[in-house]
C-alpha cells in the first residue's frame, strides 16, 4: 500500500461504494442481503447515516477508493442513542493489506468525538474469522452468537456480535442529548 488516504466520503465516491458492496453481497457471508443494493439505494443509506450525524469515511489508494466504513444507529429508539453500529467493507484485491484496521481506528476515534458510548460489530458468519479478528485487534469484546439467524448460499449462517466501550463507557451518563 502506498499513500493509502482516510477522509470523508463524497457522492462522487458513491459508485466505487457501491461496487466493493456489491461484490461482498455476491460472494461473501459479511453481508446478509440477497441482492445488491442499486447506486439510488446507497446514495440514500450514506444520507442517513450523514443526517444522523455520523462518519463516513473512505479509504483512498493511488487516487481510487479501496474500503468505506461508516455507523449508524444500532436501534432507532431514543434509549439506544449513544450506541452504534459499524460496517466496514474493502475492496476484494486490497484485503488483508490493513485498510480495513486502519478504516475502523479513524472510526472508532471520530465516534468517540461524537460521544458515542458503545459500538457494536454484528458480524455476518461465524466462520468471518478477518472481520472477527480485525475488531478483535482494535478492542472489541465477544458478546455472543446468535446460531443460524440468515440463510444464504444454500447454508444457515450466524451472527456474531462484537461490542466497544468508547470514553466512559457505562461507567457516567452519556453527554449526547
Known sequence: MTD???????????????AIYAHHVQHGTGSFELEPP?????????????????????AQDQGEVVGYAYVNYFRTRPAYRNTVENS?????DQRG????????RALLERCEMAGVRQVLAVIGDSANTGSIALHASCGFRFAGTLRSTGWKFERWLDTVIMQKDLGEGDRS?????
Not at 470523508?8 to 465516491?13: F, K, P
Not at 466496514?88 to 476484494?92: A, E, S, T
Open 38 to 58: 442499486s447506486l439510488d439505494e446507497m446514495t440514500t443509506r450514506r444520507a442517513d447515516v450523514l443526517r444522523n450525524g455520523f462518519a463516513y469515511l473512505v
Open 88 to 92: 466496514i467493507y474493502v475492496r476484494n
Open 4 to 18: 493509502l488516504i482516510l477522509r470523508d466520503s463524497t457522492e462522487a465516491d458513491l459508485p466505487a461504494i457501491t
Open 173 to 177: 451518563p452519556p453527554s449526547r442529548p
Open 97 to 104: 493489506r490493513g485498510v480495513g484496521r486502519q478504516l475502523l
